[in-house]
């Protein structure tokens, strides 16, 4: 299905000192010079030696045979042939890069620049000397990135450490919704019911939605929401039950969230309100399903404001032609009010091996990488072949199913691509088709979505997104691997147990288990942390 749709080309949210236009030339390079491409000398110069760099890039199994390997296809040929340094690329699996991280490591191979999302293994390579300090090497040897750090500090504040080393480079995606919670509309309205704004309402409208039938079939076959994977969590955010908060200037744990969120479940599943074998459905799919076959009211979305959330409504309204989906703000609790799991605005993926035999080169690849040209290229194509370009629009896609084939599965090629370079054209919203029904009737979800979550007023309820909090160190962070599934069974027990076992009394008993067991030493170390960096850490208040 084309989804692309001729929006104005906003004014670009990432700056460089010289932004190359959208207009591209056929091989990717801008029609308007960057800084760099200033800076080249002339072709009297003598030539410059290319250096020679490894870089890892994950394999997930998704290229076609056709289009080559993820070491070896048209964009690792596009970089080699466009960039200014010779690049081998090594295959590191998705699912596993850790592990395989770990062996190149300790066998003196790992690549020059490791490119890997996962925050709490970045850190751990850090805490072994294992990556490079990176902020001499960028003043001295960067264009491109270091105009990028200029106009936008919170790159460096993100990626610099206690030590007060810069480690990582990173991208900026903009304030991005992530998780979202949809209501029926057509059950509300044919129960005379608002949107609910409090935890209260919230529970009234559950129970209407399971006892006075809102779809009107005349048979007892509705839920009221989904309480696990993604709803859980959702449900975690309303309540700011979220393992830490802040409160009175200090980091302190959230038991007290935890006893009026789990009271509020069990008073679903006592009441016959949600699914009863709810704790079964570890991955969210059963509640998926049913919300697919217009079984649920109320239901968390993963990507609710982007793709995510388009392929399940369309499924529903497949299914349920007349369905109508809006999505809503959490309602406030006791505890306040606040908003579900964002993006990530700004978000470290790349480091250089502390044993890089030239990080010189590796700058000048990572300058190469945040150009404007070629974030373009890789992110939509080349021009004429993926894509056509138009003064003042979006990007216009000329052939969806091309693009599909030879595009789209080269999002790990885009590691260090900043969506806010393209402005408007780098939200979802703008790929939506304005010729298609159904495409402008989800566009109204999303911004319902971004209205309702991207408000400073209604915070997400973590310290800050989980890419920001700092590692546990490695004794610590065993005490919470060995006591969370007791804690969460003490939990389970009272939520399914009836009036033979209280939510309090299962908090009550999970807290006495984490001091037994060494948590009052994590939480000393979260709150110690808190003191001595709260005032330079990237907290809840800077992500917007």
Not at 224 to 245: C, E, H, P, R, W
Not at 295 to 318: D, Q
Not at 448 to 473: C, F, G, K, V, W
Not at 501 to 511: C, F
């Amino acid at each position: 299905m084309r989804r692309w749709v001729h929006a104005k080309w906003w004014t670009l949210a990432l700056t460089f000192t010289v932004v190359a236009g959208c207009s591209n030339g056929g091989d990717g390079t801008a029609s308007s010079p960057s800084v760099s491409d200033s800076a080249r000398p002339t072709a009297s110069a003598t030539p410059e030696k290319r250096g020679k760099i490894t870089v890892s890039v994950y394999d997930r199994g998704t290229i076609a045979a056709e289009e080559g390997t993820a070491i070896n296809n048209r964009w690792t040929k596009w970089i080699n042939e466009n960039g200014p340094v010779d690049v081998e690329f090594v295959a590191v699996p998705r699912n596993e890069s850790k592990q395989k991280f770990n062996v190149l490591f300790a066998s003196g191979s790992a690549p020059d620049l490791i490119m890997e999302f996962d925050t709490n293994y970045r850190n751990q390579l850090i805490g072994q000397k294992q990556l490079m300090p990176i902020g001499d090497l960028i003043d001295k040897y960067s264009v491109e990135y270091k105009a990028m750090l200029q106009k936008n500090p919170i790159l460096r504040k993100m990626a610099t450490r206690e030590d007060g080393n810069m480690y990582e480079f990173g991208r900026l995606n903009g304030v991005r919704t992530s998780l979202v919670e949809y209501v029926r509309k057509d059950w509300l309205d044919a129960l005379g019911l608002d949107v609910p704004k409090t935890v209260d309402e919230l529970y009234k409208v559950a129970e209407a939605f399971v006892k006075q039938d809102p779809d009107r079939n005349g048979k007892d076959d509705t839920l009221a929401m989904d309480v696990t994977f993604v709803g859980g969590f959702n449900l975690n955010s309303m309540f700011q039950d979220v393992g830490y908060k802040v409160q009175n200037g200090t980091i302190v744990r959230t038991w007290e969230n935890k006893i009026a969120r789990n009271n509020f479940v069990k008073k679903l599943y006592d009441n016959g309100l949600i699914d009863k074998d709810f704790l079964t459905d570890k991955n969210g799919e059963k509640a998926k399903q049913d919300f697919i076959s217009g079984k649920i009211g109320f239901y968390g979305a993963n990507g609710g404001g982007n793709a995510g959330g388009y392929t399940v409504v369309e499924a529903l309204k497949k299914n349920n032609p007349k369905a109508e989906i809006i999505a809503i703000e959490l309602p406030a609790t006791q505890l306040g009010q606040f908003s579900p799991a964002i993006g990530n605005p700004a978000q470290a993926t790349a480091a250089i091996n502390a044993n890089a035999k030239d990080p010189v080169a590796v700058i000048k690849f990572v300058d190469f990488l945040v150009k404007q040209s070629t974030m373009m290229t890789l992110n939509y194509g080349l021009e004429g072949v993926h894509y056509k370009a138009v003064p003042n629009s979006c990007p216009v896609i000329l052939d969806a199913d091309k693009k599909k084939k030879e595009l789209d599965w080269n999002i790990d090629m885009r590691m260090l691509v900043s969506t806010t370079a393209f402005g408007e054209c780098g939200t979802y919203k703008s790929t939506l088709n304005p010729n298609n029904l159904f495409d402008m009737g989800f566009k109204k979800i999303v911004e319902q979505s971004d209205t309702a979550y991207l408000n400073p007023a209604r915070p997400i309820a973590e310290i800050t997104h989980p890419e920001h909090m700092p590692s546990l160190p490695s004794d610590l962070q065993l005490i919470v691997t060995n006591t969370s599934a007791q804690m969460e069974s003490y939990y389970q027990q009272a939520l399914i147990g009836g009036s033979k076992y209280s939510v309090e009394q299962s908090v009550k008993d999970a807290q006495a288990y984490w001091e037994k067991s060494g948590g009052l030493k994590v939480d000393q170390w979260y709150a110690d942390w808190y003191a001595k960096n709260k005032g330079s850490a990237i907290l809840a208040k800077d992500l917007y």
